[in-house]
């Protein structure tokens, strides 16, 4: 009987974990230094703050025009990130463009954004518009955090907001 009782809580263990937050990809990343580069569709200085749970994951994507990120790109700062999916090292993001309207009537079909691990503190980020050809460089991250506690969607530098970053140019703090 104490056999099965330690089955049952391994079991439920294992389910309920499956829940939270899994530690791949979820947390605060950054381009390294020297390492933007302007080809493809999105300017590729960006801050990439990404929740991920089981294989799904969502987050905000920050475009910057330079390394030093205090020049927001003023086509879009602030892309909403969907529907992720993680297939072994590699998570796939859907760009939801609805904050940059100049982007979305480029690229009508979708933006993707994949970022690959390449161990537990930096990744490789990628970006392609659906139905061109892939991008053949991609850009290195470097993780600043591994957990969403500090960056949570609630606090004001972290969220998009639609009335001063709709890319059509930033508006007042």
Request: net charge negative; aromatic share 8%; hydrophobic share 35%.
């Amino acid at each position: 009987m104490g056999r099965s009782w330690a089955l049952w809580l391994i079991l439920l263990t294992l389910f309920f974990s499956a829940c939270g937050p899994a530690d791949l990809f979820t947390g605060q990343w950054q381009s390294k230094t020297g390492s933007c580069q302007s080809d493809g569709p999105i300017p590729a200085c960006n801050e990439v703050t990404i929740g991920q749970y089981g294989n799904d994951g969502a987050g905000i994507m920050r475009v910057y025009l330079n390394d030093a990120f205090n020049v927001p790109w003023p086509t879009c700062p602030c892309i909403h990130l969907r529907d992720g999916k993680k297939v072994g090292n590699t998570i796939t993001l859907v760009a939801d463009l609805s904050l940059c309207p100049m982007l979305a009537a480029n690229y009508p079909n979708q933006i993707t954004i994949a970022i690959e691990s390449l161990d537990d503190f930096t990744a490789e980020l990628k970006v392609q518009a659906v139905g061109q050809a892939p991008s053949t460089s991609g850009v290195q991250l470097d993780r600043l955090e591994d957990n969403l506690v500090k960056f949570d969607s609630h606090h004001p530098l972290r969220q998009c907001d639609p009335d001063t970053e709709s890319g059509i140019g930033l508006g007042d703090p």
